[in-house]
């Protein structure tokens, strides 16, 4: 879906440095969301916001944090990345209930 | 806490068989959601069942759920090559409301021989 955008695609990086992963949606939903994907574990929610400046934690919270100033972007950071985060980290979008709809996703490893 | 099942994890068929996945939840759930995702790709909505009972068919792709609203089953009749993914069912996340925040399963990959 183009109306759904993250960046980057691929990242490297080390243990203890900070990562930001963005997300930009070009649909105006109000509801966006932040899953990780690991094999055995399928989608777990990160956190989710129902509108600008509302954010709340979903199932797997711990070491991240999200802002949304902007409708339109939903920023994921890492303030300090730990090996278990290496994973691949989808942002989604939705009318409320409706179906949600996934970006192309950002593979992550930490070294 | 709530959790939503689905078996087998993996399933490799030659082409031209039947595929079935299941979803089991813990918690009644108001809908439920099928996705697939092919591989290195991303997951994608395929239909949404609300009622009790109720079966959806896309072509050749069957879907229930149950009485109860705690199981579902995806169905593929004559399984093509271009049905390889991972194909995931999810349910509102149990006091959620309409915040559209959804419980996963863990998904079933399907393989297909040519």
């Known amino acids: 879906d183009a109306g759904i955008t993250q960046s980057p695609r691929y990242k490297i990086t080390e243990t203890g440095r900070q990562v930001t992963l963005m997300c930009h949606q070009t649909w105006s939903h109000s509801y966006m969301f932040w899953y990780r994907q690991d094999l055995g574990h399928g989608l777990r929610l990160i956190y989710y916001?129902?509108?600008?400046?509302?954010?709340d934690k979903g199932e797997v919270p711990d070491g991240y944090v999200v802002s949304r100033s902007k409708t339109e972007n939903f920023p994921l950071t890492l303030e300090s990345a730990t090996r278990s985060q290496t994973s691949v980290y989808f942002c989604?979008?939705?009318?409320?209930?409706?179906?949600?709809?996934f970006g192309d996703g950002t593979r992550l490893s930490i070294l | 806490g709530q959790q939503v099942m689905q078996i087998p994890q993996y399933q490799h068929v030659q082409e031209g068989e039947d595929f079935t996945t299941y979803c089991n939840s813990s918690?009644?759930?108001?809908?439920i959601q099928w996705y697939k995702q092919r591989p290195g790709g991303h997951p994608v909505f395929l239909i949404q069942l609300v009622k009790s009972g109720e079966v959806k068919k896309q072509k050749r792709l069957t879907f229930q759920f149950g009485e109860a609203k705690k199981n579902s089953s995806l169905h593929i009749t004559a399984t093509q090559t271009t049905d390889v993914g991972t194909y995931f069912c999810?349910?509102?996340?149990?006091?959620?409301?309409?915040?559209?925040?959804?419980?996963f399963g863990q998904g079933t990959t399907l393989q297909v021989k040519p």
């Open positions: 918690t009644t759930l108001s809908n």
């Open positions: 999810a349910g509102p996340l149990k006091g959620s409301g309409n915040t559209g925040k959804l419980i």
């Open positions: 989604a979008s939705s009318v409320g209930h409706q179906p949600q709809h």
């Open positions: 916001s129902a509108a600008a400046d509302i954010t």
